[in-house]
């Protein structure tokens, strides 16, 4: 070990902690600016202008009540998409906050196409079309702008400090210097997105991270919940996004923006046959075409105007350069040539589908203080970039409501030696066999192979993900070993066991749940029928006594308010 | 899915460095930014549009059809230009009003 740093521990207090300065905790964090004197520390991994989901920019706000339609209809609509395995409660207070959350960043200056009545222009029945190439130096920008905000960057957070049962604080260290702050707060939302790099990816080798979601949520928020012991809720519904070959750039837009219907290798559209669209069937239609040797699929963009063309070429450099950059290199833009798709690798992202934390109506997880919003908060599917907006609101107001007339809990400085401890012993001894990547490879092959990953056509049973399970808990015996030489180092272990945890609840869930509700996302070959007989349920979970323990727990409708009882 | 820095034109002023959401880029021994983790890099392209002086470029790794063409921006108030230089010099460039929304 050539330098052999440690880390030493720096204190810090505030009201609220939040965890993750993306778009919930951003909004979050703004949402208590606006409404209360109290004082929030966002702890962010990267730098907040730029970091999270957001990064590349966003093309469109996929989450609005356009006219004619309501919250009702927009629960609707996530009802059936979800096939009846959501949290209605949530996706109903949700959708009410859209249309308000969006007229707020339109305050911060974010661009919105308006149509000859002054009214926001409409792309289908719940989407608004943006300029949102700087919908995050926006958000920084004005969470920069506040004095009782204080922005930690460059901050991996790696637990919670967990008293008596409530959540007093967490605690993380500087990826640039070395330190290790310990954070005591009265109360902790957690806004740290969802889990990308569980599977083997599309593309393997140099471009591994040419990803649908962002690489660098690495499902932190997900793993510190629960080794904390918080409930999870619907690990099993992964997310698999239906994408542009190669680029992994989205297909919404070109078959939205041009009406591009999906077609396969022999020209022939082939969704309808499989009954009604749905986002799991649009995939899974894919899927099945390329099995039954009728691939390759595209979009059929083949015979678009050059003006059309020319707006593709616009609207992609705005989130997903790399498919303009793809068009262009290649001398044929999508008028002279079919758009290639594919399915991805699996997500856990409770922005698109149910997994996440198990929280009350108020947003608040199992453990008292304890909050969370965005990606990391399950039972919410088809939130998007405003819908995480709106539902960090509502947890920030819980949140505050919570620390009404309370006093935070000091950390003891024998707490504190044991938190160090914990930390620096990765940055110690010799460096072992293996290294971080090629340990993340064995994970992402194992849950490829066993998993229901893109090599086995997304398909489990039980048989494999025993092997699953025995293969991941191996690997988090060996990550224990790992040692790291600097603090990018020591970032990636705990991104590494962090992605380990969330394997190993998320195998429990695939497990749990005896049928095929939501084709690809999970597809049980043991159980290959929907099965409302038995399964309108949650499936949830605890990590307990050291085992991952399945609680499965009736449905909650729309007018209900939801508490946690046991 | 990576870019190149060109060390002539970079200043060091550590922008690109900043902004990363990987926390990708360091500086160099002379102080200039470096990618430290090539195959990391997701394609956000934040790095080029801090980047002032266009000298940070993104290319398609070959294993996703790139053919050695790359990508800069300069930027002129409210008007992003994307610069698609290709492989034999020739290049293309797209300019978006930063005002204006998107068509699709």
Not at chain 1, 342 to 371: M, N, Q
Not at chain 1, 412 to 420: N, Q, S, T
Not at chain 1, 428 to 433: A, D, F, S, V
Not at chain 1, 532 to 549: I, P, T
Request: charge should be neutral.
């Amino acid at each position: 070990m050539g330098r052999g740093i440690k880390l030493e521990a720096e204190i810090l207090e505030t009201d609220v902690l939040i965890i993750g300065g993306g778009t919930a905790g951003c909004y979050a964090a703004l949402t208590i600016a606006g409404s209360s004197g109290a004082r929030v520390i966002i702890a962010e991994k990267a730098h907040i202008s730029r970091s999270g989901c957001l990064a590349a920019g966003v093309n469109a706000l996929n989450a609005y009540i356009v006219k004619g339609e309501t919250p009702d209809t927009y629960l609707d609509y996530a009802r059936n998409d979800a096939a009846g395995i959501l949290r209605e409660d949530l996706v109903y207070s949700m959708a009410k906050g859209l249309n308000r959350v969006t007229r707020n960043m339109e305050r911060l200056g974010l661009v919105i196409l308006k149509d000859e009545n002054g009214e926001y222009a409409s792309r289908g029945r719940r989407n608004i079309k943006i300029n949102g190439e700087n919908i995050k130096t926006l958000l920084a920008d004005a969470v920069e702008s506040e004095e009782n905000i204080q922005v930690l960057n460059r901050v991996n957070v790696v637990d919670y400090i967990v008293e008596n049962g409530k959540a007093v604080g967490a605690y993380g260290f500087s990826i640039e210097k070395n330190i290790l702050y310990v954070i005591s707060s009265k109360a902790v939302i957690c806004a740290a997105g969802g889990a990308a790099g569980l599977y083997k990816p599309n593309n393997p080798g140099f471009s591994r991270h040419k990803m649908w979601y962002c690489p660098f949520n690495t499902g932190a928020g997900y793993a510190m919940g629960i080794r904390a012991g918080a409930e999870m809720t619907t690990f099993e519904m992964r997310f698999i996004a239906l994408r542009c070959k190669d680029t992994i750039a989205p297909t919404g837009t070109i078959s939205q923006g041009v009406g591009a219907e999906q077609i396969n290798g022999l020209g022939k559209e082939y969704e309808s046959s499989y009954g009604t669209p749905k986002t799991s069937m649009r995939l899974y239609s894919t899927v099945m075409e390329n099995r039954s040797g009728r691939g390759p699929c595209y979009l059929k963009t083949e015979g678009i105007t050059e003006e059309q063309e020319e707006e593709l070429l616009k609207a992609y450099l705005n989130m997903a350069p790399a498919q303009t950059l793809k068009w262009i290199e290649a001398g044929r833009g999508p008028a002279r040539q079919n758009v290639e798709i594919e399915g991805t690798e699996p997500y856990i992202v409770g922005g698109h589908t149910g997994s996440g934390y198990w929280v009350d109506t108020e947003r608040a997880s199992t453990i008292e203080g304890l909050y969370a919003a965005g990606d990391v908060a399950g039972g919410s599917p088809q939130k998007y970039v405003t819908g995480c907006f709106a539902e960090a609101e509502i947890a920030a107001l819980s949140a505050l409501n919570h620390i009404k007339g309370k006093s935070g809990t000091a950390i003891c400085g024998k707490r504190v030696a044991e938190i160090l401890d914990g930390v620096n012993t990765f940055l110690g001894g010799e460096l072992p066999l293996y290294s971080v990547e090629e340990l993340e490879e064995a994970m992402q092959k194992a849950m490829d192979d066993y998993a229901g990953g893109i090599s086995s056509g997304y398909t489990v049973n039980s048989g494999k993900l025993k092997l699953a399970e025995e293969r991941i808990a191996q690997l988090m015996e060996l990550g224990a070993s790992l040692r790291a030489s600097d603090l990018h180092g020591l970032k990636l272990i705990y991104e590494l066991i962090d992605r380990l945890w969330v394997c190993r609840v998320l195998i429990k869930h695939l497990e749990a749940r005896k049928e095929t509700r939501w084709h690809s996302f999970h597809e049980n070959a043991d159980y290959p029928a929907r099965d409302d007989k038995n399964w309108l349920k949650y499936v949830n979970s605890r990590f307990e006594d050291g085992e991952v323990k399945i609680i499965l727990r009736d449905l909650v409708k729309r007018d209900e308010a939801y508490e946690h009882n046991n | 899915m990576s870019i190149t820095i060109d060390t002539s034109k970079c200043t060091g002023c550590g922008k690109c460095i900043r902004v990363c959401p990987g926390t990708l880029l360091y500086k160099d021994k002379n102080g200039k930014a470096e990618s430290r983790y090539p195959r990391d890099c997701w394609g956000c392209t934040a790095c080029l549009k801090e980047c002032l002086y266009g000298a940070v470029s993104y290319f398609l790794g070959a294993d996703i059809g790139g053919m050695g063409s790359t990508l800069h921006t300069k930027r002129d108030g409210h008007f992003l230009h994307w610069h698609i230089a290709g492989a034999e010099g020739e290049e293309r460039v797209i300019t978006i009003n930063q005002k204006e929304s998107n068509k699709y």
